[in-house]
């Protein structure tokens, strides 16, 4: 609970919490929420980060980095990088799964369970690396509905950007704002963009497509650099993703769940489990 109220104070700019939009506006979007109120929860977790992180605080003194900046960095990357965003991302991809309905539940556990045996018995990355339908559908999950849709940023030169049928000029200085299922769901791009297709990225045709999978602020096919704003935990997120969906199809043939509304993501109550039958 104090990890999730400081990550929400840490999200006020762009948080919904289902009042109109007129009055969430003036509350919250308008104006910088008061630090205080959290300031003694954000202590307990930097001292508990800064006590229990010894080995890891003084690897960054000896790359330079102070101990202090470095817990900060520590705490941000695991609670709010880590736990906030997981907390977003799975129980969307949860929500995208159950609604696509048994057929892909029976497909998806016959291609994990027969991976896992044809390895031993044992889940590897080499295993994971022969489920192309799971690869797919987590790749589906993240572009459909990105965790994080919104991006900010200044224009560091003059440039051009281009759509399909426009160019827009873009001046140094100037604040850009993105919203990336505009892109995600492009229909000139995917076909059925609006659709979950659960196979969409199967195959070398499919494979194609990953450029314009953009949820980590970048193509899935590009790396995180210090030149660009790409997501650095990219690679970690789409591993727990695959493993969530193996771990669940390995135990279970199916699955049922409720949606109900969130301030982040989806609230999902699992209603059923049928467990595995082969």
């Known amino acids: 609970s104090v990890i999730s109220k400081w990550v929400l104070f840490q999200l006020g700019p762009v948080l919904s919490v289902g009042l109109p939009k007129y009055v969430e506006e003036l509350l919250i979007h308008s104006f910088r929420l008061p630090p205080f109120l959290v300031k003694k929860d954000y202590q307990r977790l930097y001292d508990f980060f800064y006590e229990s992180s010894g080995f890891v605080l003084d690897e960054a003194e000896k790359l330079g980095i102070s101990r202090e900046e470095a817990c900060h960095n520590l705490l941000f990357a695991t609670c709010f990088n880590s736990f906030g965003g997981i907390k977003i991302l799975f129980p969307n991809m949860l929500k995208w799964i159950a609604r696509a309905g048994v057929k892909l539940h029976t497909e998806l556990a016959q291609e994990i369970r027969s991976a896992i045996r044809s390895n031993g018995g044992k889940l590897t990355m080499a295993a994971m690396e022969q489920m192309p339908l799971m690869k797919s559908v987590v790749y589906e999950g993240l572009r459909i509905e990105p965790p994080v849709p919104l991006q900010f940023g200044k224009a560091k030169k003059d440039l051009l950007i281009q759509s399909h049928d426009a160019v ?66 990219k690679d970690f997120v789409v591993l727990v993703s695959r493993l969530l969906v193996v771990n669940l199809f390995r135990r279970y043939d199916s699955f049922e769940i409720v949606v109900g509304k969130s301030p982040l993501g989806a609230a999902v109550t699992v209603t059923s489990l049928k467990r595995a039958s082969f």
């Not at 000029?169 to 995600?184: N, S, Y």
């Not at 297709?197 to 999978?213: A, T």
């Open 168 to 233: 827009f000029e873009v001046k140094e200085g100037e604040m850009l704002f993105g919203f990336q299922p505009f892109a995600t769901k492009d229909p000139k791009i995917f076909e059925r963009s609006e659709e979950f297709v659960p196979d969409r990225f199967v195959g070398d045709d499919g494979e194609r497509l990953l450029k314009h999978v953009l949820w980590s602020n970048g193509p899935e096919t590009e790396d995180p650099t210090l030149a660009n704003k790409q997501c650095a935990g």
